[in-house]
């Protein structure tokens, strides 16, 4: 059983570009959650997704940071116009339906922007 | 305003010893904790959770306890060995159950094994 899987491993992005993060949760999990971490920190987290629908996304900066999972396909967190400022690790998550506080995470998406 | 704390950034322990990492919460809405290991460049492996309504979970190796009245946990790794170098973060969640999902993470704590 394949465990959380996200791609890119490492993204270079100028600034103003747009930068897309997937991630496909293990098979059977409904349930999506993304975090960063940025240097010498812990993660925090960003949002909660289930299929189709954005449960929590306190954690989501207001502007230019959106995620999405579709009913088919990865889930997508998606930052435009990046900055220097989103330079970090970015972790996706998943938990079955009646499990959902023990997250599974990825290996990450290291965004760098230059 | 940090809500979980690890207050110790690292953790020096010979092999075979016991390791013992802290971690301190102030919200008393948390109600089930977990520890996670992370490896450079990995994303952190789930090890171990209690919830509330314990004190003391184990799993071979490792034991986490809870005090409640103190809002404070700790994680035993015993005996200690050099694969189990690597950064523990403590994580806290509001709900068990029924979580909204949002874990939250303390800055983690740097253990490292020496042979």
């Known amino acids: 059983n394949a465990g959380v899987m996200q791609n890119p491993r490492h993204l270079v992005r100028r600034r103003g570009q747009e930068a897309r993060l997937r991630c496909s949760p293990m098979k059977g999990h409904s349930h999506v959650y993304w975090y960063r971490q940025l240097p010498e920190e812990g993660l925090k987290f960003m949002v909660y997704?289930?299929?189709?629908?954005?449960?929590?996304e306190s954690g989501m900066p207001k502007e230019r940071f959106s995620a999405e999972f579709p009913k088919e396909g990865p889930s997508i967190l998606r930052i435009q116009q990046v900055v220097r400022g989103d330079s970090a690790a970015y972790f996706c998550?998943?938990?079955?339906?009646?499990?959902?506080?023990?997250?599974?995470f990825g290996p990450g998406t290291r965004l760098t922007v230059l | 305003d940090q809500q979980v704390k690890q207050n110790s950034p690292s953790l020096s322990v010979q092999e075979g010893r016991i390791s013992i990492l802290n971690c301190d919460y102030t919200?008393?809405?948390?109600?089930?904790f977990l520890w996670y290991k992370k490896y450079p460049a990995e994303g952190p492996t789930f090890l171990i959770s209690i919830s509330s309504i314990k004190d003391k979970n184990e799993d071979g190796r490792f034991t986490v306890f809870l005090n409640k009245s103190a809002k404070h946990l700790s994680l035993h790794i015993v005996p200690s060995q050099p694969g189990d170098s690597a950064v523990y973060f403590c994580?806290?969640?509001?709900?068990?159950?029924?979580?909204?999902?949002?874990?939250?993470f303390g800055k983690g704590t740097k253990l490292s094994v020496k042979p």
């Open positions: 998550a998943s938990s079955p339906p009646r499990a959902t506080d023990t997250q599974y």
């Open positions: 994580a806290a969640s509001p709900n068990y159950g029924g979580s909204q999902g949002n874990l939250i």
């Open positions: 997704l289930q299929k189709e629908n954005i449960i929590d």
């Open positions: 919200n008393s809405m948390f109600d089930y």
